[in-house]
């Protein structure tokens, strides 16, 4: 579990063919110290949660591979990975860690898309389009997690939604370098995903 606050952002340094038919590797370089992260731990990589199979220290940085099925390269944005790709990484959560963000599972439910980015202010004014089925769980001042960063909705205009996005965050996370066109992982609220559920339920 993780809170959608991006401590490092990464960069993938290598796909390699994985072990069954439409999976890959993914090593990946980080800032973090790999010497205290368990083989098996859970790293939210923009939005997915994914396994450390293997870890090390090289040339100042740390880094570790993960592996990823042909399933999940099919609904993320993880399929169109390649080297140089920079990424947001988050350790997963411990008892008593302040929760800073809102709780996010590391499950994307979909890809969106970057629509528009405008000046407004100090901040930048993203707009996302997200597909049909995960419209109606995005609210106006509810959260929603975007490649792996837990951000608040400012409106809500059909399949879109607007989110002002600060300088730090644009430093912090990789929206720093984000254009229109982008794909992006959305995972939604889960007290969205049990409200809407309850209430299909009771019709």
Partial sequence: MFTGIVTDVGE???VVAGGAAGDLRFTIATRYDMAPV???ASICCSGCCLTVTTKGQAGGRGWFTVDVSGETLSKTT???WQPGRRINLERSLKLGDELGGHLVYGHVDGVGHVASITPDGGSMRFV?????????FIAPKGSVAIDGVSLTVNEVDGARFGINIIPHTQDATTFGGAKPGDP??????????????????TR
Avoid: S, W
């Fill in 78 to 80: 993880l399929g169109g």
């Fill in 38 to 40: 368990a083989i098996g």
């Fill in 12 to 14: 993938v340094t290598q």
């Fill in 128 to 136: 996302f389009e997200a597909p049909d089925a995960l419209a109606g």
């Fill in 184 to 201: 992006v992982n959305l995972e939604v609220d889960m007290l969205a995903r049990y409200v809407a559920r309850l209430l299909e339920r």
